[in-house]
């Protein structure tokens, strides 16, 4: 068992509220995680046929059995109507962290949350490993294009599994199962070609006109099909950062998916050998360093504070970080040879914001951190320092 960053957070918010909730992708170690934390909870998973039958029969009986000892309800979404009920038992009860809920699909399960147990629970995500979990496991190694090949997917670090043997399954039983049951889309094999051609425009601004005129459908149907991989956890928007400093900026919001091993595999990328020469390297490294981030906040039970920054002139600052009226920019380069070209964008930036050089960051390819008259630079190894800066 890695241990999560989560793990504590979640302890400690079961003093708190009566209900946890805990989404995510697929197979990134929600159930496993629960059951480590609450061993001597009642486990109940709602795709077995036999516990939805169970619960189904009698709700109110079901939950008021375990209301005192505590249960897990896995894939929770699968029955709606339960969490009216829970609504009920928890407010009678007024016991803590007694009902753990898991869900792969966010806005279908934090849509029935929000209707029925508002002020009552606790919502977490939980990402697939974070490089930091990882590293704390012994598993990071030097080698950066083997772990943006590997991706982060829990599965890849417990059994023996290549990457290119893994993802296409994933993908596949990601279109043919929660697709159909979030949205009836009618043509698999269109929607197929769509994340496809979303993979090919990571870290990239999305335009829906230009994906839906490739595929030949609309720029509603588009907008519809992103939202699913969005509540999918299968991609990220980035939204552009709302102060503009006396320019005009880009609106659209940066794509960018969160898992490497995964976009790699959309890609048809079937070595680290073939990563390192493609064309799209520089891209999948972005999107790498900015999903660590945004993992590393779900993992403290944060809500992401990251914006990217572009004017209509073409500058641009990769990831800029909102810490109260406090800014950090971040540019985001994957050659492992520091070029002063690296630090353009950050001079721009720096001297139109009037942003302290403490501030200013260069994340790079390779493996040691130095301090420049520009930004400090860190590898790719230690981006979490730019939070405890």
Not at 57 to 68: H, M, N, T, V, Y
Not at 214 to 230: A, C, D, M, R
Not at 321 to 340: D, F, H, P, R
């Amino acid at each position: 068992m890695i241990e999560r960053s989560l793990s504590k957070k979640i302890l400690s918010m079961t003093k708190s509220f009566p209900v946890i909730t805990l989404t995510g992708p697929r197979q990134s170690g929600k159930t496993t995680l629960v059951r480590w934390l609450f061993p001597d909870y009642e486990y109940i998973n709602l795709e077995n046929l036999n516990d939805l039958h169970a619960v189904q029969e009698d709700p109110l009986r079901f939950l008021k059995a375990f209301s005192s000892t505590g249960v897990i309800i896995d894939e929770a979404q699968k029955l709606p109507e339960l969490f009216s009920y829970l609504q009920g038992i928890v407010d009678e009860s007024k016991q803590m962290g007694k009902f753990i809920l898991t869900g792969s699909q966010n806005f279908l399960l934090l849509e029935k949350i929000t209707q029925s147990l508002a002020g009552r629970v606790a919502v977490f995500r939980l990402m697939p490993f974070g490089l930091c979990e990882l590293d704390q496991a012994g598993f990071i190694q030097e080698n950066l294009d083997k772990i943006l090949f590997t991706g982060s997917y829990p599965v890849l670090y417990d059994r023996d599994i290549q990457p290119q043997d893994y993802y296409p399954s994933y993908i596949q039983t990601y279109i043919e199962r929660d697709v159909r049951s979030i949205k009836n889309i009618g043509n698999l094999s269109t929607f197929q070609r769509f994340i496809k051609l979303c993979a090919g425009r990571t870290g990239q601004l999305i335009n829906f006109s230009s994906i839906g005129n490739e595929l030949g459908i609309n720029y509603k149907t588009v907008s519809s099909w992103i939202s699913i991989l969005e509540a999918s956890f299968i991609v990220y928007l980035l939204k552009p950062h709302y102060k503009n400093f006396n320019k005009r900026l880009v609106k659209q919001s940066k794509l960018y998916f969160f898992d490497t091993g995964l976009l790699c595999s959309l890609l048809d990328i079937q070595s680290r050998i073939q990563l390192n020469s493609h064309y799209l390297r520089g891209f999948i490294f972005e999107s790498f360093i900015v999903m660590e981030y945004i993992k590393m906040r779900y993992h403290k039970g944060l809500v992401p504070n990251a914006f990217f920054w572009r004017d209509n002139t073409g500058h641009e600052i990769d990831l800029l970080l909102e810490e109260g009226e406090n800014l950090k920019a971040i540019e985001i380069k994957s050659g492992e040879t520091i070029n002063s070209d690296f630090f353009k964008g950050l001079k721009y930036f720096g001297n139109l914001s009037r942003l302290s050089k403490e501030n200013l960051f260069l994340i790079y390819g390779g493996l040691k951190n130095y301090k420049r008259t520009a930004a400090k630079v860190l590898s790719w190894k230690n981006y979490r320092e730019i939070a405890e800066s």
